[in-house]
Structures are given as C-alpha cells and as structure tokens.
C-alpha cells in the first residue's frame, strides 16, 4: 500500500527516469537504436526495480500516465540525439495493455510526435502479445492505426506467449525481439540453437528485422551473427545506461 501511494506521486516528483539499452547492428558493430526501460528512484525506497511496480502501475492504471510520460520523454531523447549529430537512431518504447486499451492512444502518439519533430519512423513501439488476448480484431485495427502514423511497430519478448504465428500472419509489424530465455542458451542447447535460427528464417521470410535480446557472451553473439540475426542487446554490450553515458559511448562510437 505504501508503494501504491508512492506510485502516485511519483510523476509529480519527477523520481522516473529513463536508461537506454543500446542495440547493435550485427555486421557493423555500430549502435543503431535503443530500447527506453524506466526507473524510480524513490528518495526513501531506492531504485525500484520495474519488477516491482509495473504491474502496479497497470492495475491501478497509473501506467497511462506514466506511459505517456516515458513516450514523451524518449521522443525527445531520441530527437535530441538526431539534432547532436546521430542520425537514423531508433528509439524503442514499451507499451503496456493498458495503454493500449485508452482510447486516444493513436492521438497521444501523434501529439508527441509532432511536439517532439522525431521522424516518426524511427519511434518503434515494443508489444507483446498479451495485448492482443481481448480483442484481437480491435487489436489488429489498432496496429493499423498506429502505422498510418508512420512509426515501427516489435513484437518484444516473441516466443512466450500466445500463438505468435497466426500474429504475424494478420499483424503489420516489423520487427521481431527474440526473448531473452531462448538467447540465453544458444551456445549450449540444441533446440535453443534451432528455435533462435528457425525464429531468425521466419523473421526474415516475412521480410521483418530481427533483434536478440539478452545477449550475455562472445558465444552467443558469435551464434547470431553467424545465423544472420540483424541486431542485438544485452549486457555483453551494455547495460540499459543513462542518457549522458549512451552520448558517449555514440561518441566513442562504441
Ligand atoms: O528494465 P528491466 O530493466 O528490469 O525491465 C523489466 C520489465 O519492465 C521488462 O519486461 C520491460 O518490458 C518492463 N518495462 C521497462 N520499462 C517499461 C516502460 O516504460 N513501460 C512498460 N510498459 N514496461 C516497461
Ligand atoms: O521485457 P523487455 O524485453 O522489455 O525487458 C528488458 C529487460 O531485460 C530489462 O529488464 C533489461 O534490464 C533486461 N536485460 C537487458 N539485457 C540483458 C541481458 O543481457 N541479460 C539479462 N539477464 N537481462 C537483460
Ligand atoms: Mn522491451
Ligand atoms: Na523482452
């Protein structure tokens, strides 16, 4: 209860912040993108682990809110970026069911995109499958909507939830994020190894770009890079970092 009263004034106290995990290309090395993951510094709890309140957030609905803020803020991340000399970054944001579900969600995105001046393509909005267990058919109308605004659309975490194939069929994505748990045993595990090859095909049969999450070791990254995987994150890069160490390491051209 203590935490559900501090959620709701933690916007207000500006305690959110966001850190930025860079997204590699495989064949150059280059960062390309980054996903926006937020954080709460609490002055008295701490750092709050996203574990321990986004489900929260979504139950109380406070995620609206606080989704709009984490859109607004890494739009303008992402357009300061381009004007300080990184063109072409792509800036990755999760969106939750919830906010999926308001119904100016379209409306909010096209506000922030006009405010902000961002290149609407370079806005890719991370989502899961589980935004689409209600309604699939408004799930898919909505999708429509969010690409007539020209932004990118992932599917993140792919391969935990729900019949993922008849979604790719129907949905206009672009992207595929492979989760983490598959990653996490390529160099090791045979039907890992084949899932992760079998998932990079399927991602690329379909003319989607396919990103590795949770890349922890030279192995893994080897792996993907042999099986033609496009991009990748993880920590054997770099931790999702703050937005004046991501400036430097683009400036290192890490
Ligand atoms: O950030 P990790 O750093 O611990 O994030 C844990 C979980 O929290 C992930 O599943 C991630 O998708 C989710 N998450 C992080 N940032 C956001 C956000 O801005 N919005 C939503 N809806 N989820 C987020
Ligand atoms: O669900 P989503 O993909 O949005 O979650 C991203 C989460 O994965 C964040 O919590 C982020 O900190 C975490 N993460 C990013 N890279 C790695 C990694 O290499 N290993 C592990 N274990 N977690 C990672
Ligand atoms: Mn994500
Ligand atoms: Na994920």
Redesign the pocket.
Known sequence: LRIESALRNALERDEFV??Y?PQVDLQTGQIVGME????WQHPELGMV???RF?SL??ETGL?VP??AW?LRT?CQQARALQDAGFPGLRMG????AR?FAQPELVSSIAAVLAETGLDPSLLEL?L?ESLFMHDVAQGVNLLYELKSLGVALSI??FGTGYSSLSYLRNFPIDVLKIDRSFVNDIATDADDAAIVVSVIALAHNLELRVIAEGVESEEQLEFLRRHGCDEFQGFYFSR?VEAAQLRQMLHEGK
């Open positions: 966001l850190h995990q926006a993951l937020l954080r682990p996203p574990a986004i957030a979504e995620i606080i989704g984490v890494a944001v999760n969106l939750s906010q991370e899961t993140d975490d999702p």
